[in-house]
């Protein structure tokens, strides 16, 4: 590597090679991912980096406990998207969703979609066995098929060129579908590495820039103090949200914050607590204490900590979603932390993915019109009515 472009943190695109990489494909031939990634590296970047400057200024307005973070979308993307409805319908659900909201925020509504490159996920198991046959697990669009057969699940680097071409036409057409003036910005986990790091960019001041979305997260999964994701995620000037699960202690997250902004940037960190509604009253509040004066911003994912199984069928109920924001709510006001954002999983389809609400009644009715490719999401109306719920908390 070139001395010239080694930050002076000893950080540079490539340097969390050097560090342990959890979740990642195993890919059969190494030289292929080269190949890849040489190619990446010269691609169009997937979104202008004085977007995610902005992104970085709307979110310092928020550490100072004005506005609010609108952030959702799909569990993953696919490759099977029709990328025009999928942008008109997340814009369409949206605006619907900002209705609702923005009369009770002071300040900017910062709205926020997984979207535009949301297509690695990671996984609790490596394999996924039915009938008798053992496969590699699914990966998402960007790594391997979901299809149970073993071309599918065979990781293919091809895919991150077929995902960055998708994420470029998306980003597109969602900044024509909102303008400048009202942006959507686009967020993902930065969990798929040999695809973020060819994207990463510099500005014209030498700063480095994730050019793959605006904002990038660190998944629960992946956030290890010396993982390869840290590393990473650590010397973008992105905003970078962190998942903050059950297994998640006070002091953990503050040696995380100190690797991860040991400069206390304005608007660079958006901590989302996703603990479940049973367990957010005993694992937020030494979390929050823990953060005191730092200039982090704190949201709450109510997705994830609520998931249970029935068969091989992933479990969310809308009561326990919005007891969580409930939690989330009560906990930061008591706290003195300003609740500033919600995170979550949803579609603007009228999928049967959650049950409660305008949504399917029993387990029974999730077969009706199950959609996702990961996790469940909320219909269109179940995300329109937390909007209204959240607006509520915010009067
Ligand atoms: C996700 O947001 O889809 C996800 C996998 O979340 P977490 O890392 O919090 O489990
Ligand atoms: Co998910």
Redesign the pocket.
């Known amino acids: 590597m070139n001395a010239t472009l080694v930050s002076n943190l000893g950080w540079y695109p490539a340097s969390w090679r050097g560090h342990r990489a959890r979740q990642m494909p195993e890919y059969a031939d190494e030289s292929a991912v080269r190949a890849v990634e040489a190619r990446l590296e010269g691609s169009a970047p997937v979104i202008r980096i004085e977007e995610a400057s902005r992104l970085r200024e709307l979110v310092a307005d928020l550490a100072g406990g004005r506005g609010f973070l609108l952030q959702g979308g799909d569990?993953?993307e696919s490759f099977d998207d029709p990328v025009a409805e999928q942008v008109a319908g997340i814009v369409g659900l949206f605006d619907a969703m900002a209705d609702r909201l923005r009369p009770n925020v002071v300040g900017p509504l910062v709205e926020t979609a997984?979207i535009a490159g949301q297509f690695a996920?990671?996984r609790s198991a490596q394999e996924e066995t039915h009938d008798g046959v053992t496969l590699p697990a699914y990966r998402g669009d960007i790594v391997n098929g979901i299809e149970f057969d073993a071309n599918a699940r065979r990781p293919d680097p091809q895919r991150m060129i077929r995902a960055h071409m998708q994420s470029v036409g998306t980003a597109a057409s969602l900044s024509a579908a909102r303008g400048a003036g009202a942006p959507i910005f686009t967020s993902h986990?930065a969990l798929l590495l040999p695809y973020e790091e060819p994207l990463t960019r510099r500005d014209s001041a030498g700063r480095w820039w994730a050019t793959s979305g605006h904002m990038l997260?660190l998944?629960?999964?992946?956030r290890q103090l010396d993982s390869a994701h840290v590393e990473y995620l650590r010397g973008i000037e992105n905003v970078v949200g962190v998942?903050c699960?059950p297994t998640l202690g006070a002091d953990e997250l503050s040696s995380l914050i100190d690797r991860l902004d040991p400069l206390g940037r304005n608007g660079k960190l958006v901590l989302?607590g996703?603990f479940g509604a049973k367990r957010i009253g005993e694992l937020l509040p030494p979390l929050l204490r823990a953060t005191k004066g730092r200039p982090v911003v704190w949201t709450i994912?109510p997705?994830?900590g609520n998931t249970s199984m029935s068969g091989k069928r992933k479990v969310r109920r809308l009561p326990d979603i919005l007891a969580e924001v409930d939690g989330f709510f009560a906990i930061a006001r008591a706290e003195g932390v300003y609740p500033a954002g919600v995170?979550l999983?949803m579609s603007a389809l009228d999928v049967t993915e959650c049950i409660g609400g305008r949504g399917p009644a029993s387990i029974d009715e999730l077969e009706k019109n199950w959609l996702t490719a990961?996790?469940p999401r909320l219909n269109r109306a179940q995300a329109i009515d937390l909007a209204a719920h959240v607006a509520a908390l915010l009067a």
């Open positions: 569990c993953a997984r996920k990671p986990e997260w998944g629960d999964r992946t998942k699960g989302i996703r994912d997705m994830h995170h999983e990961c996790d």
